[in-house]
């Protein structure tokens, strides 16, 4: 007898999205900047947090600018994790991350690149005077042709706890009205130089106009005083943003294309001068941001000569890099260096070094992963993971929870145990055994190579074709 599968489709509300660090909502510290062992996500590096969070703050007080910041530390340690509770702390201040590769990969020089980056972390704030209208709506009459042809007038009653106005109404204003749904007991803002209509909420005197309300539904009070008010806005934008509106023929719609390519040095040095002097008339505040490169090492010289010099602009953001090399070759060269980084630049860094998870701190990470991932697994299943964790590394037995995970669904079990661990464990190779297996059989590989020293230089040789040779 055939066996008939029925699939079961099940609805999804929206697609939930988990990343490597969404779990992280801050560094974890308290008022005193004391690091907590396990708060916000983040576990163990009190050390390394407590630093953070001294530069967070100092960033904070927008006093300071043109800083760097290294965090280094071997690869699994938390460098970017703390880069990222940092964009959490510092919330409007504008952040910037991008790989050190990304300089080399895109269409446009390396120093456009790097420049770019930097004046996307620089914020400036702008504040401007405007005069609004804001009041309860009375009554909306609007008045329309008999033959619906002509242009419709109509009357805007509204009014405050002091007063109430009658305004008359145009086409523009009608329609506006219109599309924000507005009715008599909502209260307004109307913008007297755009003419943009904002529908605050329902006045607290119609509360009980309706008998049932929808969730959305806000109540506000009535506003007290003059009809029209003058309001201080602000705005804030990046330095890039500015400078690919001034730069483009399509204006702030080249934003959305993506294509900004290079921008003129003139074009720059006329925004700062413009800036600049909004600042003295107190129009606009400067507003220093965080600019995160990873993998700092993949830079070369070029990039950290221009660096050295970008670091002393007085309109320079806070630099944070991280770097897991100890002493490697400085790219471009054949010298060494610490990071891979050259020493007149080390010299300009304050360092923040990350040290290895105790395995009770990779325990506590792991069943914060868990949570993340809305995996629930039994205690001698953590207790296996962890040890796998401390044996291979923890980017690996991370993996481990959202495939350990799917096993256990196919066997129909509510929890993740040792089996399903194993199981995952003999299908996916880590690191270590995957570098043990090429070993065994890399002579079954194609264009396996192995270096051999000649004089001074080292010489590539491919082994197939080798044997190949020698056995002519």
Avoid at 375 to 388: F, H, I, N, Q
Avoid at 391 to 401: G, K
């Amino acid at each position: 007898m055939e066996s008939i599968i029925t699939s079961h489709a099940k609805e999804i509300g929206k697609l939930e999205r988990t990343g490597a660090h969404s779990h992280i909502r801050g560094l974890g510290l308290d008022d005193k900047l004391e690091g907590r062992s396990n708060s916000q996500g983040m576990v163990g590096q009190l050390k390394a947090r407590r630093a953070a969070g001294v530069i967070v703050k100092v960033i904070k007080q927008g006093k300071i600018s043109g800083r760097a910041i290294m965090m280094a530390g071997a690869p699994g340690t938390g460098k970017t994790a703390i880069a990222m509770a940092m964009a959490q702390e510092l919330g409007e201040v504008p952040f910037t991350s991008i790989a050190a590769s990304e300089v080399f990969s895109l269409e446009m020089s390396k120093t456009e690149a790097l420049t770019q980056a930097f004046r996307r972390s620089i914020g400036v704030r702008i504040k401007e005077e405007t005069e609004i209208i804001e009041g309860e709506v009375v009554e909306i009459q609007i008045d329309r042709s008999v033959t619906g042809v002509g242009p419709k007038t109509g009357k805007l009653t509204l009014k405050t706890t002091d007063m109430e106005t009658i305004y008359d109404l145009g086409q523009k204003m009608i329609n506006s009205l219109t599309k924000e749904k507005v009715m008599a007991g909502d209260v307004i803002q109307i913008d007297k130089a755009t003419g943009r209509i904002t529908r605050l909420g329902r006045s607290f005197t119609r509360a009980r106009d309706f008998d049932a309300t929808g969730p959305d539904v806000k109540f506000v009070q009535c506003p007290e005083g003059e009809l029209q008010t003058r309001k201080e806005m602000v705005h804030t934008v990046s330095l890039h943003e500015i400078d690919v509106i001034n730069s483009r023929q399509q204006g702030f719609l080249a934003l959305f294309s993506g294509d900004t390519g290079e921008i003129k040095t003139e074009v720059r040095d006329q925004i700062n001068q413009k800036i600049s002097e909004w600042c003295e008339e107190g129009k606009a505040e400067i507003v220093p941001g965080v600019l995160f490169l990873d993998e700092i090492h993949m830079l070369d010289m070029e990039c950290f000569s221009f660096l050295n010099r970008a670091l002393e602009d007085n309109m320079a953001p806070i630099v944070i890099m991280a770097s897991n090399r100890g002493v490697s070759r400085i790219r471009g060269t054949n010298y060494q260096s610490p990071h891979g980084v050259p020493i007149d630049f080390l010299d300009r860094l304050l360092i923040i070094s990350t040290q290895a998870y105790s395995d009770e701190e990779i325990k506590q990470i792991l069943k914060i992963r868990c949570d993340e991932e809305e995996v629930e697994m039994t205690d001698d299943a953590l207790a296996v993971l962890t040890k796998v964790a401390s044996e291979t590394s923890l980017r690996y037995a991370i993996h481990l929870i959202s495939t350990g995970n799917l096993v256990a669904q196919k066997r129909q079990a509510s929890k993740v145990d040792v089996v399903d661990i194993k199981r995952v464990y003999s299908l996916f190779m880590d690191e270590g055994r995957s570098v043990q297996c090429m070993k065994e059989y890399q002579d079954e590989f194609m264009y396996n190579e192995i270096v051999l020293p000649q004089n001074s230089d080292d010489m590539v040789v491919d082994q197939t074709a080798a044997a190949a040779a020698g056995s002519v």
